[in-house]
């Protein structure tokens, strides 16, 4: 992989050991915490929708690489914060 200059100047300045963490052991603990409850999936949500909009979810589930119901659901936590975007 071709590496710009500046990526270069990065990777030496890491390899120099001139970065270090800026997170305490507290926030680490406390943003690792966040991330499981964040993961954490113990609701279910059953919907009834068309057989053609479940295809199309599915469809669009496989060119994303993705199971349908992990689509959707990610589909969902987008939308309920806000970082769904409508396409122009």
Do not use: C
Request: hydrophobic letters at 35%; glycine letters at 4%; zero cysteines.
């Amino acid at each position: 992989m071709k590496l710009t200059k500046e990526e270069h100047e990065l990777v030496h300045s890491i390899e120099r050991g001139e970065w270090r963490a800026t997170t305490s052991k507290a926030e680490l603990r406390k943003y690792q915490q966040a991330a499981r409850q964040m993961i954490k999936k113990d609701a279910r949500l059953n919907i009834r929708i068309s057989s053609h909009d479940l295809t199309n979810l599915q469809k669009r589930a496989m060119e994303e690489g993705l199971p349908y119901q992990t689509f959707v659901s990610s589909l969902l936590h987008k939308y309920v914060t806000g970082r769904l975007v409508e396409a122009q």
